[in-house]
């Protein structure tokens, strides 16, 4: 018996090696502690054995049962702490790793410049009224003063659509959309695209957008001095308070006088460069005191009504406050360049 004993001891310590699996650790367990495992069978084999022996195998049995567990506690443990020291390995988050951004959208640079001309004009008074992009030949060319053989009516220049309707080529549709509706006072700001047959160059483009600004009310209330007045406030509002402003006298059918505005090149300051043309200034805008003609064509009375219009291109203020230099970026959707032209905390360029 006690040979057979010392047998179960050698053999289960032997299989208790130091790298036994979990698998045969539990097969051993089972095989000499479990209810019917070697041991119990001992236990319960012990009648046969002589009395004066039953001692000595008792405390043997004792003996190899707490060997045998502490064997496998020890075992237990170590197995453990490597399934702990594994999974800290497999599974360690190293958190210095860059994360998965999130792209967020923006908005394009065209519609920030949009909304900041805006907030400006809306700030100084002016009422935003959408009018039609598609339009006839009236309100886009006759009320506005162009004689019948005008070059911009001509198939060359406009983008005719059936029964003598075009796409319009300027904002200043909107001058007779609002002066045929309304009297005077008023102070309007008309935003919206335009079209005309240019191919898409570094300065032009078939599809572009503009805003035309005017205020109308009763002769004498609203003049040429309110007019640069306006537009000096807006400009150095949009390109900052040290902006210089200059009118040329000009031409447009719709306006009488007429002048173009320029500001001091953005870029050399007035010295002279490239983009300017080594004048020092850019032109900006086109302006003017409203023809009697126009108002007339609207059914206001020139003697009694008189107003200053002026017609702003949103891509041509972009491109000089951004400092860009070639229109078709706006167009071309690559974001490289358009994530240069992040919104501001107040929303806007
Ligand atoms: N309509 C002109 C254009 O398309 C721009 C313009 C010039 C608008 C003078 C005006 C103005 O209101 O007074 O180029």
């Known amino acids: 018996m006690r040979e057979k004993l010392e047998e179960i001891r050698r053999r289960a310590l032997a299989e208790l090696a130091d790298y036994a699996s979990t698998d045969r650790i539990e097969e051993v367990r089972v095989r000499v502690l479990g209810r019917q495992g070697e041991l119990t069978a001992v236990m319960r084999g012990m009648r046969e054995v002589p009395p004066e022996q039953r001692p000595e195998i008792g405390r043997l049995v004792n003996e190899i049962k707490v060997q045998v567990e502490a064997r496998i506690e020890v075992l237990a443990a170590a197995a453990a702490r490597a399934a702990l020291e594994h999974a800290l390995t497999q599974e360690r988050v190293d958190v210095t790793l860059p994360g998965v951004r999130s792209s967020c959208g923006r908005f394009h640079p065209l519609t920030l410049a949009g909304e900041r001309i805006l907030d400006i004009l809306v700030a100084m008074g002016f009422e935003i009224v959408d009018t039609p992009d598609i339009e006839d030949d009236f309100h886009n060319f006759a009320a506005l003063n162009f004689p019948p053989g005008h070059p911009a009516r001509d198939m060359q220049d406009t983008f005719f659509v059936d029964a003598g309707l075009l796409l319009r080529t300027h904002t200043s549709n909107g001058q007779i959309r609002v002066l045929e509706r309304r009297r005077p006072p008023l102070a309007v700001v008309c935003p919206g695209n335009c079209f005309r047959r240019d191919e898409l160059t570094v ?147």
């Open 203 to 349: 300065r032009s483009s078939p599809m572009f957008s503009q805003m035309d600004v005017f205020m109308v009310d009763e002769i004498g209330r609203v003049t040429m001095a309110h007019l640069k007045g306006v537009l000096i406030e807006f400009l150095r509002a949009f390109f900052g308070p040290d902006t210089r402003v200059r009118f040329r006298a000009s031409f447009f059918p719709f306006t009488e006088p007429s002048a173009e505005v320029d500001i001091g090149c953005l870029l050399c300051g007035g010295a002279g460069c490239r983009v300017c043309k080594q004048t020092g200034w850019t032109e900006i805008l086109g302006s003017g005191m409203i023809h009697p003609n126009v108002l007339r064509a609207v059914g206001h009375d020139p003697e009694s009504y008189q107003g200053f219009a002026f017609g702003l291109g949103v891509e041509r203020m972009a491109m000089l406050k951004l400092g860009v230099d070639d229109l078709r970026l706006f167009f071309e959707n690559d974001h490289r360049f358009l994530n240069q032209f992040p919104a501001t905390d107040e929303g806007v360029l």
